[in-house]
């Protein structure tokens, strides 16, 4: 199941940016959406995630902040991010769950992945 991300960019603090994830194919086989990120020198780190049925989760540093959705197909999810800090700078990548199970935090929760988009956050 492909995943697409689109927007990202670069914005200053304080400012605004969204990411999209377009998912083809499978879709029915994709029961929750998520988003982490990277920085160089660092893991990659949980950002939030929303399940096809309904509920979501955030990393404490974004709460508040961030706004993840999803449609009822599992065809498109978004986040919508909001005073952005430049220690949100990273490249965010979509990733697919396909179990039926809470919301995963961690990478090896998830089967699908896209290629990234870069998020630039200058102080």
């Known amino acids: 199941v492909p995943l697409v991300e689109s927007g990202g960019g670069w914005v200053q603090a304080g400012g605004s940016l969204e990411v999209s994830c377009a998912v083809s194919g499978r879709t029915a086989s994709v029961h929750a959406l998520g988003w982490f990120r990277q920085t160089p020198g660092k893991e990659r780190e949980f950002v939030a995630a929303?399940?096809?049925?309904?509920?979501?989760d955030y990393a404490q540093s974004v709460k508040g902040r961030f706004t993840i959705s999803m449609n009822n197909a599992a065809s498109t999810m978004r986040m919508q991010m909001h005073n952005l800090k430049p220690e949100d700078t990273g490249i965010y990548y979509c990733?697919?769950?396909?179990?039926?199970?809470?919301?995963?935090?961690?990478?090896?929760?998830?089967?699908?992945w896209g290629q990234g988009i870069q998020v630039t956050v200058s102080s």
């Open positions: 990733a697919g769950d396909r179990s039926l199970g809470p919301i995963a935090t961690r990478e090896p929760g998830y089967y699908y």
């Open positions: 929303v399940r096809r049925v309904g509920g979501s």
